[in-house]
């Protein structure tokens, strides 16, 4: 499956809501949506919230991305990965062109 990362900025709001009982809610979210979380991280910085995740493909990981801020109010931005591995294989095919 893809993994993605998921980046979570938190709003003055949804700070305010903060428990383990949210964050069983958002495992389950991104179950529901076939995620399997790889790991879930609180961060300082540009972020504070950063999860891997493994996806079926983008409609999921889109919708839990959405599904996840109705619950919490956290808005996410998610991109997916590609291993550094893959990554020099595909580069290698563009300079082949």
């Not at 919490?72 to 931005?77: D, E, K, L």
Request: proline share 3%; aromatic share 10%; glycine share 8%.
């Amino acid at each position: 499956m893809p993994i993605y990362l998921m980046f979570g900025r938190y709003s003055s709001e949804a700070i305010k809501g903060i428990s383990s009982e949210r964050t069983d809610k958002a495992r389950e979210l991104i179950e529901e949506n076939d995620g399997k979380i790889i790991s879930m991280y609180a961060v300082m910085g540009a972020h504070d919230l950063v999860f891997t995740i493994d996806f079926p493909g983008a409609d999921n990981a889109m919708a839990a991305s959405v599904a996840l801020y109705n619950l919490t109010g956290i808005h996410f931005t998610t991109s997916p990965v590609v291993d550094v591995e893959q990554f020099d294989k595909l580069m290698g095919r563009v300079k082949d062109m």
